[in-house]
């Protein structure tokens, strides 16, 4: 499914892998890990607005507001399989 979203152009840009998937601006994820401080929560959906492959960081939108998923949170939650979501 990701590779029709890709070939559509839903899906482009730099990537970044968390655990062993690509992940790219337009992907929908689902996050895997609490964190207060940027205030998601284990289950939470997002859409990927921008990836910073340099940084290993994400830019994700959730629940209306975009927020940045730094390296750290990347590491920790893809011991908890971060998930691609796909329509």
Sequence with gaps: ARER???????????????????????????????????VANGDRALVVRADDASRRLIVRVRGRDVALESDYLERASGRRCSTVTR
């Design 5 to 39: 979203m890709v070939a559509a152009g839903a899906v482009s840009g730099p990537e970044v892998i968390v655990g062993e998937r690509p992940v790219a601006a337009g992907d929908r994820v689902l996050l895997r890990r609490n964190d207060r401080r940027l205030g």
